[in-house]
């Protein structure tokens, strides 16, 4: 499941729901509630997340 990740940086929603299979909504409502990491806003149109915590969670099998 890693091998599509990098090893450091930041990776955009399409990348994250390849490795951590969920749809986009229960994505979002995740963030929402604290379940899944929030991530960081590179525009106002763009949101990407830090391998490191997308490692993470899949680890936890959150």
């Known amino acids: 499941m890693f091998e599509s990740l990098p090893t450091a940086g930041y990776v955009r929603l399409p ?3 390849k490795v951590y299979p969920v749809s986009k909504s229960t994505w979002w409502a995740g963030i929402k509630s604290g379940k899944y990491p929030a991530g960081i806003k590179l525009s106002e149109r763009v949101t990407a997340w ?4 997308i490692r993470a969670l899949i680890q936890q099998g959150v």
């Open 15 to 17: 990348v994250v729901l």
């Open 50 to 53: 830090k391998v490191e915590e």
